[in-house]
C-alpha cells in the first residue's frame, strides 16, 4: 500500500496510490479518511483492481491535515482490505516552509511562526515549524518560488546550509522587522554559513550571516544568485 504513512502529499498535484492487486479478480472500492480512521469516504466507488490509481489531491476536497489514511477493499470479497499502516499529511502545494529556533516561548517578536522549533514537525505550517534551514533542505525537494521562512532569532549551525542544484530557485527569508541571525560558529577551511553549490537562481533576504570562513561561499556555476537586506559580518575571510 502506498501511501502507507508518513508521506506527505502535496495539494493539486497527482499522487500514485498503490496497492498490491495480485491474489483475487474484480473492481476494488478506494476510500479516505482524514481523522485517523473514524470516518471514511469514497475516492473511487469502483475501479480496475491494477495496482495503480492515479490521486489527484484537490485542495477543496482535501484539506490541510496530518491525520489522513487510504483503504482499498475488493467489491466481490469484501475482507480483502488494506489500509495505510499509519498516517500521512496532505500539504499545500505553494512552496512554504517554517523554521523558528527550538524551545521558542516567546512569540512577540515572530514574524511567521506560531510554535517552537522541532525538527519533528513538517516545516510546512506556521504551526509547526522546523528547527533549521538544512532540516527543512534534507526533508524535501524544493523548487523554484518555494520559500524557506526563517523567524527572528539566532540559530547557531553545526554545519554548512547547502543548497545545491536540487533546489534550484528556492529563497531564504528572513524576519524583515527583527533578526535572522545563522551563526556557523567555525572559520576554519571549508566552513561556510550558506554554502551555493551548483544551484540557480538563488535569493537569500533579510538574513545576517556570521561565524564562517566565509558567510556565503557561492561555486559550481550557481548564477543569478541574489543577496538583498542581509548583513554579512564576523567571517574569517569575508562575506
Known amino acids: 500500500m502506498n501511501p502507507n504513512g508518513g508521506e506527505t ?14 491474489g483475487f479478480s474484480g473492481d476494488v472500492r478506494i476510500e479516505w479518511s482524514n481523522d485517523g480512521g473514524t470516518t471514511w469516504t469514497d475516492l473511487a466507488a469502483a475501479t480496475a483492481n491494477d495496482g495503480l490509481y492515479e490521486w489527484t489531491v484537490d485542495a477543496a476536497a482535501f484539506p490541510v491535515n496530518n491525520d489522513y489514511l487510504v483503504r482499498v477493499t475488493s467489491i466481490d470479497e469484501s475482507t480483502l482490505t488494506d489500509a495505510s499502516d499509519s498516517l500521512f499529511a496532505v500539504a499545500p502545494s505553494i512552496g512554504f516552509y517554517y523554521v523558528n529556533i527550538a524551545g521558542d516561548s516567546d512569540f512577540t517578536d515572530n514574524e511567521y511562526t506560531t510554535a517552537a522549533g522541532d525538527d519533528g514537525n513538517s516545516g510546512l505550517t506556521p504551526d509547526s515549524p522546523m ?18 521562512y526563517v523567524d527572528t532569532g539566532s540559530y547557531t549551525l553545526t554545519t554548512n546550509i547547502v543548497i545545491a542544484a536540487q533546489d534550484a530557485g528556492v529563497t531564504i527569508k528572513g524576519a524583515e522587522d527583527h533578526t535572522t541571525l545563522l551563526n556557523r560558529g567555525n572559520t576554519n577551511s571549508g566552513q561556510y554559513t550558506v554554502q551555493v553549490s551548483g544551484a540557480t537562481y538563488v535569493t537569500l533576504d533579510h538574513l545576517s550571516i556570521t561565524g564562517g570562513l566565509q558567510g556565503v561561499y557561492v561555486h559550481g556555476a550557481s548564477n543569478y544568485f541574489t543577496l538583498t537586506n542581509s548583513e554579512l559580518y564576523g ?4 562575506g
Not at 533549521?132 to 524557506?148: C, E, F, K, P
Open 9 to 22: 502529499l502535496p495539494q493539486d498535484e497527482p499522487y500514485n496510490l498503490k496497492w498490491r492487486s495480485v
Open 131 to 148: 528547527t533549521s534551514v538544512q532540516a527543512v533542505l534534507a526533508a524535501y525537494d524544493l523548487d523554484a518560488g518555494d520559500i524557506i
Open 235 to 238: 567571517n574569517g575571510s569575508h
